[in-house]
């Protein structure tokens, strides 16, 4: 079993910036994919950025050049730095680890992100 504890999120205008965190406990696999997925009512989860172990990421073409995400192996911890936020935005920000061997997904609990003047 892993858990995930997210931090960060908040109220924020558009154009400013917002930093999530997100550390796994337990039984961490050595290779796996950590990251972010968002989810606003009535639409599907979809994926925000991930961090491979051996430094591979991905991003949605939405945030490309906006968010940047990072991770910190020793601390089993993922960040988020989100800039330049719009509020197309808003939503609510869930972390996400999957070992990759035997890929099944925990989530955290969700963050609400909400961008708005």
């Known amino acids: 079993q892993v858990q995930l504890v997210e931090s960060g999120g908040g109220l924020v205008q558009p154009g400013g910036s917002l930093r999530l965190s997100c550390e796994a406990s337990g039984n961490i696999a050595s290779r796996n994919v950590m990251g972010w997925y968002r989810q606003t009512p009535g639409t599907e989860r979809e994926l925000v950025a991930v961090?491979?172990?051996?430094?591979?990421?991905k991003y949605a073409d939405s945030v490309q050049g906006r968010f940047i995400i990072s991770r910190d192996n020793a601390k089993n911890t993922v960040y988020l730095q989100m800039n330049s936020l719009k509020p197309e935005d808003t939503a609510v920000y869930y972390c996400?680890?999957?070992?990759?061997?035997?890929?099944?997904?925990?989530w955290g609990q969700g963050t609400q992100v909400t961008v708005s003047s």
């Open positions: 961090y491979f172990t051996g430094a591979v990421t």
């Open positions: 996400n680890y999957r070992p990759l061997r035997n890929p099944v997904d925990y």
